[in-house]
């Protein structure tokens, strides 16, 4: 257990709401990172942090933001949801040999 | 563009069949591959990485191993409870700045099924 929790676990939401996702972890760690996971496309980063209040976009970065805050606290908004963002949101950590630590997951859906 | 393939998309054993998941990429420089295992509504949880060719790592029925190509993912007289989904990843090297923010590159996963 990486120490890493999301909340919420699960969120059905209608199309044009904001959205924000909060992954949060207990180890002090520097590097934080949220993936999206579909049927089809295995896990696609959307966003990375690699320090408080430094971020970056990953590959599939459209329609999203991030802020970071505080060590423990990454945060991942929806702007205006729309209904391809329906997905498994999963938020990791970096360990200190490269590897990735994987949270519980959550399942948004927008109708 | 860094790719990675995994094969099969789904493998299906008898219970003691041992078998072998695979991974291919095309990075050059390659700073680690990673291996995961993912049970349905769960996240992803880490099991290996491999950093150079000719490394391999055990952990119970698993082994994996890796080329410059490739790893492979060996399982040993599964049971059951090794049913999942098994993901590999890849880091590649690093930018001109020196720094690649420990990024990874996943496949889409192998879903291996093991009956009783």
Redo the contacts between chains.
């Keep these: 257990d990486a120490g890493i929790t999301q909340s919420p676990r699960h969120k059905v939401t209608e199309t044009g709401t904001p959205v924000t996702l909060r992954c949060h972890q207990t180890e002090n760690h520097r590097?934080m990172?949220w993936y999206r996971q579909d049927p089809?496309?295995?896990?696609?980063?959307i966003h990375?942090s690699?320090g408080v209040k430094d971020t970056?976009k990953?590959e599939v970065s459209d329609g999203y933001s991030v802020s970071r805050s505080k060590t423990e606290d990454f945060l991942l908004t929806l702007e205006s949801a729309t209904s391809s963002q329906t997905s498994v949101y999963?938020c990791?950590i970096?360990?200190l040999?490269?590897?990735?630590?994987?949270?519980?997951?959550t399942r948004l859906t927008v109708l | 563009e860094d790719q990675v393939t995994q094969s099969p998309e789904a493998l299906r054993l008898q219970e003691g069949e041992s078998s072998s998941l695979n991974c291919s990429y095309t990075v050059s420089g390659l700073r680690g591959l990673f291996w995961y295992r993912q049970d349905p509504g769960k996240g992803p949880e880490f099991l290996f990485t491999l950093y150079s060719a000719g490394e391999e790592k055990e952990k119970e029925r698993l082994k994996a191993t890796l080329t410059k190509k490739e790893s492979f993912l060996h399982i040993t007289a599964p049971k059951p409870e090794d049913s999942a989904t098994y993901l590999c990843a890849v880091q590649p090297p690093t930018n001109a700045g020196g720094t690649s923010y420990g990024k990874l590159t996943f496949g889409q996963g192998t879903i291996l099924t093991v009956h009783p």
């Design positions: 590097y990172y089809g496309h295995g896990l696609r980063l990375y690699y970056d990953g999963f990791a970096r360990g040999g490269n590897e990735q630590f994987f949270g519980p997951g």
